[in-house]
Every structure is written in structure tokens, then in C-alpha cells.
């Protein structure tokens, strides 16, 4: 099968006028020019890849359409809305069959594919979200709230025990596990050939956390019941800690990077660990952006992620990639290459950054056929950044493998 547009964005190569891309048995055979069996109105794009999101708290929308004051203000109505109360105690099992985790994580599947994204990066906290879909990327098992003596007297063997299904391990972050927890999750995954992903410098109070186990973040774990007992604290900060116990890699990307400093950013480069942005997550908790200029000038691998709909307005990825557009502006960067860079973030990073370079994200021969359409104008001067001001919500075709997907699920 052969499917053409006026335009089309491999991502690895040239923009191509008039092209085609050759598919057989679900893989991009070539990409070359003229009319194809199929030919599309509009411009057709390597599918987009969400390098974060929690698929399972789709339902929990009503949390993510507000703007908080801080980071402790949207946590504490999380858990609210997650557990049905303010009871304060960190039980998963408190919520078992309160909420719907599998028809939330599809729903949030088939918003993904609606809107132009193919793979994911999917954190799963509760196993019921685990569900079948086109969707492409890692699905990553969350660990969380563990102190080193729950794990160790039963923790990591349930934990262990739910692997199955999953391709990932997700230690939630720097301050809702403990120390030997984190270093032995990083173990873990790599006796298992498992990726890893990780909050990480997304609240400014978790520097003061891992330095010296004081500050919001401390009170608000131990009200919790995490059991969490850092005395003194680390002496190190967030990103420093995390490499002194052994997480970060290649085999592992973290999520928002909102505070990092210039060495973080250099040491991050140096593990050739990628950072995953969501902005528009970050505006809902009330948080900075991250410092989009410096980490394109400086060159760590980036992708972007839209957290999920309990931090974020939609699942639209492209309204990501504008908001990080603006950022990176007003930072000051002035590059012809922002916006080319941007969507190479949003299809070729993300791939990278899950392990998954030439194999979506991109349409080159061998990777997977994933691509989708928008109603945009394919004869505008500057393609790129059409594609990031215009197409949020005009997705009009989504395919994975080479089947369309995009308007599946509707029901």
C-alpha cells in the first residue's frame, strides 16, 4: 500500500513535496514521491510520540483543569480525588474498584491516537490499567512509597510479581522512595533489560528534600505513612543523587527537568540521559517551565510528554510542543532550527529516549508504519512550525502499522 500527500515529514530525512511512503506488512518500505493508492489531503507526519504520561488518570480529568498555586496544592487534591478522601494514608488498595483504571487508560489511548500520537511512554501505577491498544512505546510498572524496610520485608517481591506485561520500571521520584529502593530498582531493571523513567527536578522543593531531608516534601511523604527516613539528607542534590545510586543511563529518561541547573543539564549529557518536558503540566502546578533555550543550545536530547489528563489541559501533544515553541522564545532563543528541533523532539526524542530510535518516531525504511494526517496547509513556507501553530485538533487520520486507527474507539 502506498500512501501519498502533498507533504510529507519523515523526520529522518528531507521534507518530501509530493510524496509517497511505501508500506508492506505494517513497515515503511520507502519514502519517495508521487501518487500513492491512497493519496491524503493535508500533510502527513512520522507519528508523534508522548514520552510522558500516566494513560489510567484519564478519568481523573477534573483535577487537571485548573491552575494551582504549587506543587503541594495539586498533589494533595490528587490524592483527594485518587483515594476518595483526605485520609492522608498511602494504600493502594484503599481505591481497588473505585475507579475504572482500564476503561480510563483506553479512553486516554484512543484520545493519544486521535490526536496524532502513535507510542507512548505509559507509567502504570495500578496493574488494572495495563490494557491492550495500537499504541506503540514502553509501559512502565511505578514504584512507589516504599521505605527500604517495606521493601525489603515484602515489597520488591509484589512488586517483582507484577512485572509481567510491562517493559519498564518507573521509580516514582527522588522523594517518595528510599535510598537502597531506588539503587535496587535501577538493578532490577537492568538484570531484566527493562527501561527506566523518572519524575525528576519537577518541584523546587526537592532539592531541600534529597540535600537535607527537610522542607514540604518531607512533611508531606511522612503524612503519607511512607516511612521514608533520610536523617540529614543526602548532601547531594536531585540529579546528582539519582547518579550516585546508579539510575541514570541511556536506558533511562526522566520527566520535566523543570529545575535544572547548568551542571544537571552537563551530567544528564554526559549519562546520555534524555529529558522528557511537559509544560503545560508545569503551568497546571503552578511551576516554572523548563529552560527550553538552554537545553537545545546545549544539546541534551529532549522529547516531550503531556503528563496525563489529571496535571494537563489534553493529550494533544502538539499544544506541548507550542507551549515549549513560546518558552523557548521568550528564553531568547532565536535559532532558524527551533521548530524543526521541537517536532524532532516529539517523534525522533521520544524514540530515543525509550530505546526505540528507528523504530517509530520517523518513517524510514524497517520502522514501523506509524503516521498520521493534518488538515494543514501543506504549501506553507514553513512547514515546521505550521505544524506546531495549526495543528492541535486537526488531526484528521491516524495510522499504526499502516492500519487507521485514528478514528477507532469513538464509542
Known amino acids: 500500500m502506498i500512501h501519498s500527500a502533498e507533504l510529507v515529514l519523515p523526520m529522518t530525512g528531507n521534507i518530501v513535496k509530493n510524496g509517497a511512503v511505501v508500506v508492506e506488512d505494517g513497515r515503511v518500505v520507502d519514502v519517495t514521491t508521487g501518487r500513492g493508492d491512497v493519496h491524503h489531503e493535508g500533510v502527513l507526519v512520522a ?50 474498584g473505585a475507579w475504572d483504571w482500564a476503561a480510563s487508560a483506553l479512553d486516554g489511548a484512543w484520545q493519544c491516537l486521535r490526536s496524532g500520537t502513535t507510542s507512548v511512554a505509559d507509567i502504570v501505577t495500578d496493574l488494572e490499567a495495563l490494557v491492550d491498544s495500537p499504541l506503540g512505546g514502553v509501559r512502565y510498572l511505578e514504584a512507589i512509597g516504599d521505605s527500604d524496610t517495606s521493601w525489603a520485608s515484602g515489597g520488591r517481591a509484589r512488586f517483582e510479581g507484577m512485572l509481567d506485561g510491562v517493559s519498564g520500571i518507573s521509580p516514582h521520584a527522588p522523594y517518595s522512595l528510599d535510598t537502597g529502593v531506588l539503587a535496587e530498582l535501577a538493578e532490577l531493571a537492568r538484570d531484566r533489560g527493562m527501561r527506566l523513567h523518572i519524575h525528576l527536578a519537577e518541584s523546587p522543593h526537592e532539592h531541600e528534600f534529597t540535600t537535607a531531608a527537610t522542607g514540604p516534601l518531607r512533611r508531606f511523604v511522612d503524612e503519607l505513612g511512607f516511612g521514608i527516613v533520610r536523617d540529614g539528607g543526602s548532601g547531594l542534590a536531585p540529579v546528582d543523587y539519582l547518579d550516585s545510586l546508579g539510575l541514570l543511563g541511556p536506558d533511562c529518561h526522566i520527566a520535566h527537568g523543570v529545575h535544572l541547573t547548568a551542571h544537571d543539564r552537563s551530567l544528564l549529557r554526559t549519562r546520555e540521559t534524555a529529558v522528557a518536558l511537559c509544560p503545560r503540566s508545569n503551568r497546571v502546578l503552578g511551576l516554572d517551565g523548563p529552560d527550553v533555550a538552554a537545553l537545545l543550545r546545549e544539546g541534551n536530547p529532549i522529547a516531550v510528554g503531556t503528563d496525563s489528563l489529571s496535571s494537563s489541559p489534553s493529550l494533544d501533544l502538539l499544544a506541548d510542543v507550542a507551549a515549549l515553541r513560546d518558552l523557548a522564545v521568550r528564553q531568547g532563543y532565536r535559532d532558524g532550527d527551533l521548530d524543526r528541533r521541537l517536532v524532532e523532539a516529539a517523534t525522533l526524542g521520544g524514540a530515543a529516549a525509550m530505546g526505540l530510535t528507528g523504530e517509530i518516531g520517523c518513517l524510514a525504511p524497517g520502522a514501523r508504519a506509524d503516521f498520521a494526517v493534518f488538515d ?34 469513538t464509542d
Not at 477534573?62 to 483515594?83: C, L, M, S
Not at 512547514?383 to 477507532?408: N, W
Request: net charge negative; glycine share 14%; with cysteine.
Open 47 to 96: 507519528g508523534l510520540v508522548n514520552a510522558h504520561t500516566h494513560l489510567q488518570y484519564t478519568c481523573m480529568a477534573e483535577v487537571g483543569q485548573r491552575v494551582y498555586p504549587d506543587f503541594d496544592a495539586w498533589a494533595r487534591v490528587f490524592n483527594d480525588v485518587y483515594f476518595g478522601s483526605a485520609d492522608g494514608s498511602w494504600d493502594p488498595m484503599l481505591r481497588k
Open 376 to 409: 494543514i496547509d501543506p504549501g506553507a513556507r514553513e512547514p515546521y512550525r505550521t505544524l506546531i501553530e495549526k495543528g492541535q485538533g486537526r488531526c484528521v487520520a491516524t495510522f499504526v502499522g499502516g492500519s487507521d486507527v485514528g478514528h477507532m474507539g
